[in-house]
């Protein structure tokens, strides 16, 4: 069956000529097969260089799936338990406090966390560590502005995490996680593996799915496809100053489970059809069944605070709850989005998969008006057959 996704060109297209985008790639497959692939406007915008099928992205929080992967791969094998206190791997982050802003700005301990936060509460976004306003700013000035910089690794900085004051007592807000949780997570990956944390994702994930342009240190030759990033302001396409950091201000060493991630619009779409395969792809498993349907399995409760009907949290995904059936998306597709306007859903209904990618420091992360843009234009073609 054909459809017509020209809407997703059409607003690329009106995007780009209106200066509020400088570049994108798009794709989407349906029962494994690709039915649109499009690749327009520039990776530099200064050269004319064009957007094409092997430019690399800032992945920004769409690394934040992979870890979840990785994460439930050392479940499968029983190394971890998802109910782990994450002090048992990190003896440094137990007995934290919660925390507001006082008058002056300061940082107040107003209580005592009631228990320590687990690898589940990471996963699904409510652990309290730096998941709203006030760990927000903690965790820039009293962690990150004062030990991170060039050369730093997860084993130096997120230890130091215990310096942190949460935002709510652990497992009862629904928040997001956006840097913190995920380094941290990335940290358990490589304690219970043995092994740095970009170098399990290659040897676990991306070789053998075969996602050849994925990591946290492109090479010179792959430096040559990324593109760059821009503010897109409607008038002008202002070049932010080129970096290595895979997300701005984080330095490439410390490989961040986060947001650290490279990739291009092909490779990532492969990590998506694994998971619509339920952890397969062309054959080669790397995961099993129930831990992808674990996953995308609405987890948070609904007597969490933030709890929302229409979106909650999986293990390191967002999945859609919406009641209406007619919805957009429809109830079941999960995936998740980057700052830098990067954004993925993988829907069983339709057996399908897309993903979106571009890199602008206002995109908008997953309010994206791009991301909710392309998901209706996908929907209300299949919906028009």
């Not at 990324?226 to 895979?246: C, F, H, K, Q, S």
């Not at 999945?319 to 989005?337: K, L, R, Y």
Request: aromatic share 12%; proline share 5%; net charge negative.
């Amino acid at each position: 069956m054909k459809y017509d996704f020209s809407e997703i060109r059409k607003h690329s297209e009106n995007r780009i000529a209106a200066k509020l985008l400088v570049g994108c790639g798009n794709s989407v497959k349906i029962n494994g097969e690709t039915v649109w692939e499009d690749y327009d406007g520039f990776s530099s915008a200064e050269s004319k260089k064009p957007i094409t099928p092997d430019s690399m992205y800032r992945l920004a929080s769409m690394s934040k799936p992979i870890t979840g992967v990785a994460i439930m791969q050392l479940y499968e094998q029983h190394k971890l338990d998802l109910f782990d206190s994450v002090a048992k791997y990190v003896p440094t982050l137990t007995g934290f406090g919660i925390g507001k802003l006082g008058e002056n700005g300061e940082f107040i301990r107003v209580a005592d966390a009631e228990r320590d936060i687990t690898i589940f509460d990471l996963l699904t976004h409510t652990s309290g560590l730096a998941q709203a306003d006030f760990g927000f700013q903690m965790s820039n000035k009293a962690v990150f502005d004062k030990y991170l910089k060039q050369g730093s690794t997860l084993s130096e900085i997120v230890p130091k995490f215990s310096e942190m004051l949460l935002d709510s007592q652990p497992g009862s807000t629904m928040g997001y996680g956006a840097i913190m949780a995920f380094d941290l997570l990335g940290y358990i990956v490589e304690i219970v593996s043995g092994m740095p944390y970009g170098e399990y994702l290659k040897k676990n994930i991306f070789d053998p799915l075969g996602m050849v342009d994925t990591t946290f240190h492109p090479t010179e030759e792959q430096w040559s496809r990324v593109v760059d990033i821009y503010e897109a302001t409607g008038e002008a396409w202002n070049l932010t100053p080129r970096t290595t950091d895979g997300m701005l201000g984080i330095p490439q060493s410390y490989e961040a489970g986060s947001c650290g991630l490279f990739g291009t619009v092909r490779d990532y779409q492969i990590f998506a059809e694994m998971l619509l395969g339920f952890g397969t792809y062309k054959g080669t498993r790397i995961l099993g069944a129930n831990m992808v349907r674990f996953m995308s399995t609405p987890l948070n409760r609904p007597d969490t605070v933030g709890y929302n009907i229409g979106q909650v949290w999986g293990l390191s995904m967002r999945v859609i709850n919406n009641p209406d059936p007619e919805g957009i998306p429809p109830a079941g597709t999960f995936g998740w989005s980057g700052a830098y306007g990067t954004h993925f859903i993988v829907c069983p209904r339709y057996n399908l998969s897309a993903v979106y990618c571009t890199n602008l420091t206002n995109a908008g992360g997953s309010g994206a008006y791009t991301a909710w843009e392309f998901e209706q234009d996908i929907f209300k073609a299949i919906k028009a057959k």
